[in-house]
C-alpha cells in the first residue's frame, strides 16, 4: 500500500502535507475555468472596441449623408430623397444577405416587426431631411440625435431596462439643449435693428417686410425643430 502510494502520479506533497488527486483535479479545473474566463473577457473587451468603432464609422458617414442631404434638400422634396437612398440601400441590403446566405425578409414571425422598423425608419429620415432643408445643418442634426435619449425612456417603458437618475438628469439636459437650439420666439424675441423713420412711408413699408420675413423665418425654425424631433422619436421606435 505504501509503495503504492509512493509510485502513484497523482499524490503529491504540499507544504509537507500529502495532498490526494482528487485536490490536483480540483486546481487543475480552477486553473482552467480561470483561463477561460479570462480569454472570454479578453474576448469580449476585442468585441466591445470592434463595436466601437464601427459605431464611428457609422457616426461618421452618417454626418456625410446629412450634409449631401442639406445640400440638396433645398431644391428637393424630403421624401424623394428617403425614396433614393431606400433605393440605394435596399440593393446593397440585398447583395450582403445573398452574400452571407440570409434571408432578405427574414423569418415569418418577424416579418411584421421587419415592417415596422422599415416603416418608422422611413418616417424618422423623412421629418429629419425635411428638418434640414428648413434649418441649418448643425441645428437639425442636434435635435434629431435626441434619438437615444427617446429609446432609453422606450427602453424602460416597453423593455423594463434600468434608468436612474443620472439617465433622468441627462435626458433633461438634452432636451433643455433642444431648446435653446430651436430658440422659439415665445423664449427668445426677435430684436429689430432697424428703425422706422417717422412719416415715411417707404420705411414703414420695409418695416413691414423685414418683420413678415422674420415671422417666416421663426414659423420655419419651429417647424424645422418639431420635425427633428418627430424624425428622432420615429428612430427610437
Known amino acids: 500500500m505504501t509503495a503504492q502510494s509512493e509510485?502513484?502520479?497523482?499524490?503529491?506533497?504540499?507544504?509537507?502535507?500529502?495532498?490526494?488527486g482528487t485536490n490536483t483535479s480540483s486546481n487543475t479545473a480552477h486553473a482552467s475555468e480561470q483561463h477561460q474566463s479570462h480569454s472570454e473577457s479578453t474576448h469580449q473587451r476585442h468585441q466591445e472596441t470592434k463595436g466601437l468603432i464601427y459605431m464611428t464609422l457609422s457616426a461618421l458617414f452618417f454626418s456625410f449623408m446629412s450634409l449631401l442631404v442639406s445640400l440638396t434638400a433645398k431644391t428637393l422634396p424630403s421624401f424623394e430623397i428617403v425614396l433614393f437612398r431606400g433605393i440605394i440601400q435596399g440593393s446593397l441590403g440585398y447583395i450582403a444577405c445573398k452574400y452571407l446566405k440570409v434571408n432578405p425578409w427574414g423569418k415569418k414571425e418577424y416579418r411584421f416587426l421587419l415592417f415596422l422598423r422599415g416603416l418608422a425608419g422611413s418616417f424618422g429620415l423623412g421629418f429629419f431631411f425635411f428638418a434640414l432643408s428648413v434649418m441649418p445643418l448643425a441645428d437639425a442634426t442636434v435635435i434629431f440625435f435626441l434619438g437615444p435619449v427617446f429609446t432609453a425612456i422606450l427602453a424602460r417603458?416597453?423593455?423594463?431596462?434600468?434608468f436612474g437618475p443620472l439617465d433622468a438628469l441627462a435626458s433633461t439636459v438634452s432636451m433643455i439643449g433642444v431648446v435653446l437650439v430651436a430658440k422659439p420666439s415665445v423664449l427668445f424675441p426677435p430684436k429689430s435693428t432697424l428703425q422706422p423713420v417717422s412719416g415715411s412711408p417707404m420705411s414703414t413699408v420695409m418695416m413691414a417686410l423685414l418683420q413678415r420675413e422674420q415671422d417666416d423665418e421663426d414659423h420655419r425654425r419651429i417647424l424645422g425643430a418639431m420635425s427633428a424631433v418627430c424624425g428622432a422619436m420615429c428612430a427610437a421606435v
Open 7 to 20: 509510485t502513484s502520479p497523482l499524490l503529491h506533497h504540499r507544504n509537507g502535507v500529502p495532498t490526494s
Open 157 to 162: 417603458i416597453v423593455l423594463k431596462e434600468p
